[in-house]
């Protein structure tokens, strides 16, 4: 049976259906949101040869045009969205038209973007296909692409108007694809769900080797707690930047990896996650079991937990921080942390002495040697 997960946002609001063979349903889910029986779908090469013709099979009497770009993080750059956006004119997509995004968060955060300019905004449909995707970047309307500078600085908000979450679409998954998108489900019951975080603890294992019910309950729980957080702060004045636990650290690494297949997003913010347990205990926050429990479950699930787990180069701790100064997060100029006061309990805060970040850092590059 399907879940239905709402995000109410007044005009904004949508629902997010999480279920089973939705793929093979398109059409009754999407029929009904179209004004003439056409979409424009832009997936990437890896989705597009599994999982396209399955789409269109399942869209029926809606005729599909489809673009394909290529797939991974550096797609989520200027060149791609030009393309895509010139591609959507020419296939004249007209403003009460959809565009479909199918694919994981690049082409979720890619497309998004492209909606909402074209024509100063069109309606999509989110189909994410990892499990990253289902869990997090499909909801919530933080749609853009990232800068030589940092990582999705440029962007919009932009609402998606229906999320199909489909389940059986994470089978094709590389493992090490599906785990990086475990490091955002572990951050949900870390950031505000005790409970859910011993739940993944029991039930981790068999969900990642493949149980489609234990899957289907993880994304659930965590697009309600995602529902939950934007529906009190769409735009992140306070709240939503919670969901950013593990991502200060993460997006540094990403950074200095270069976006790059030495770190993919997911295991940036396992990573990370595990470091703002770690600086949270030595700020005597949390308890001193907390960072060991994260990093031991984390590791237990085969995730990467330490920067000795990435291959090759990394700046120093100097280094590592200033790439972190770069983070949409800094405000007034001081970085903004999620730190936490036990596992299920993180909050915002801008109070971390330079020298205990610093020392931090150092103490983990040195376990790298
Ligand atoms: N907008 C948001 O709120 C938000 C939240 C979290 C992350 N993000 C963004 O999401 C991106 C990461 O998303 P991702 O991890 O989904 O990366 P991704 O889109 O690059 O997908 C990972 C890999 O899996 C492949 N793939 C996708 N679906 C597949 C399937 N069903 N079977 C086989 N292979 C498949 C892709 O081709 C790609 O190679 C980052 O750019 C990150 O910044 C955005």
Redesign the pocket.
Known sequence: MDDIVSVNLGTRSYEVCIGTGLLARAEAQIAPLLRRPRVAVVT????GP??LDALRAGLGQIEMVSLTLP???S??SWPHFTRTVEWLLEQKVERKDIVIAF???????LV?FAASVLRRGVRFVQI???L??QV??S??G???I?SVVG??LIGAFHQPTRVLADID??????PR?FL??YG?VAKYGLLGSASFFDWLERNGPALAQGDTALRQEAVRRSVQMKADIVERDETEEGDRAL?NLGHTFGHALESATGYSDRL???EGVSIGCALAFELSQRLGLCAQEAPSRVRAHLRAMGMKTDLSDIAGDLPDADGLIALMAQDKKVLDGKLRFILARGIGEAFVTSEVPADTLKTLLQDALASRA
């Open positions: 990437d090469e890896t989705v599994l999982h797939a991974g993080e797609t989520k694919g994981g968060g690049v082409i979720g955060d998004g994410p296909t990892t990253l995707a997090d970047s909801v919530g933080k749609t853009g990232n990582k999705n679409l994470l089978g094709t998954l590389a694809d990086a998108g955002e969901l993919l997003h997911g």
